[in-house]
């Protein structure tokens, strides 16, 4: 598994224990980097890195509108369900911004 990959899951199952939101989850894992990492095998900078880009409303807002724009009507869907709480959704909301971002 790769390391967004890793900590991406890792992210929803927080969300999941602690009953928040996905983008909460995202950022508590910046809270305690070395834990993270020691129970991820990701290093401690990418799991700090990876907190910061914890997505947002109007990001997942904004990929929405590019996928109808491009009739991607499967991540509509994925979209419209981040944004009304779906957890699982929303890890696949940030997992393709983030892989917008890499490109």
Do not use: W
């Not at 967004?4 to 928040?20: F, G, I, P, S």
């Amino acid at each position: 598994m790769t390391k967004m990959n890793t900590m991406t899951t890792y992210a929803r199952q927080t969300a999941t224990d602690n009953d928040v939101d996905y983008s909460t989850a995202v950022r508590m894992m910046g809270d305690e980097p070395g834990e993270v990492a020691r129970e991820t095998g990701v290093d401690a900078a990418s799991v700090s890195e990876f907190s910061a880009t914890a997505p947002t409303e109007d990001q997942i807002d904004a990929l929405r509108t590019e996928a109808a724009a491009h009739g991607d009507t499967a991540q509509v869907r994925l979209c419209d369900a981040a944004l009304s709480g779906d957890r699982g959704a929303a890890e696949l909301c940030h997992r393709a911004l983030l892989a917008a971002s890499a490109q």
